[in-house]
């Protein structure tokens, strides 16, 4: 169960390109978590962005949960998600992060160090969601 995670730990070290959804060239938070999820069939060929994905996985039957699987959602509110991860447990995630709109490409994430990195979730205070598939809570 959560390949798509195993697959997101496989990620690991892929830099951080702000619109990336390629991991040879480059992921960024929605890119990575959309990379996997349509990996194994959660999502279709749509490009989402982090808060299309809250709303089309909640319409798709996703639970409120936390834990490995879970995917999770930051940001003021439901409505202005500005990054999102995958749960490992209920302390760590994996995340394409460190960058922003101004790390365009590798040569700029291996300057300020933006990656596909595992961290800990207390350290975002922003969390306003977690989701996991239907009958994973």
Same mark, same amino acid.
């Given at each position: 169960?959560?390949?798509?995670?195993?697959?997101?730990?496989?990620?690991?070290?892929?830099?951080?390109?702000? *619109? =990336?959804?390629?991991?040879?060239? $480059?992921?960024?938070?929605? +890119?990575?978590?959309?990379?996997? /999820?349509?990996?194994? +069939?959660?999502?279709?060929?749509?490009?989402?962005?982090?808060?299309?994905?809250?709303?089309? /996985?909640?319409?798709?039957?996703?639970?409120? %949960?936390? +834990?490995? $699987?879970?995917?999770?959602?930051? +940001?003021?509110?439901?409505? @202005?998600?500005?990054?999102? &991860?995958? *749960?490992?447990?209920? #302390? /760590?995630?994996?995340?394409?992060? =460190? %960058?922003?709109? @101004?790390?365009? @490409?590798?040569?700029?994430?291996?300057?300020?160090? &933006?990656?596909?990195?595992?961290?800990?979730?207390?350290?975002?205070?922003?969390?306003?969601?977690?989701?996991?598939? =239907? =009958?994973? #809570?």
């Amino acid at each position: 169960m959560n390949d798509y995670v195993d697959l997101a730990l496989k990620f690991i070290g892929v830099h951080y390109v702000w *619109g =990336g959804n390629n991991p040879l060239s $480059g992921l960024d938070c929605s +890119g990575m978590v959309c990379e996997c /999820l349509r990996s194994f +069939g959660y999502i279709g060929k749509a490009d989402h962005s982090a808060s299309s994905l809250y709303f089309h /996985l909640l319409a798709a039957g996703w639970v409120h %949960g936390v +834990g490995r $699987g879970s995917v999770l959602f930051f +940001g003021p509110n439901t409505d @202005n998600i500005n990054h999102i &991860a995958f *749960g490992l447990n209920d #302390k /760590l995630m994996v995340e394409s992060g =460190g %960058g922003d709109r @101004n790390t365009i @490409n590798k040569k700029e994430a291996e300057k300020i160090g &933006a990656y596909v990195r595992i961290r800990p979730i207390i350290n975002r205070r922003d969390l306003v969601a977690s989701l996991v598939p =239907g =009958g994973l #809570k």
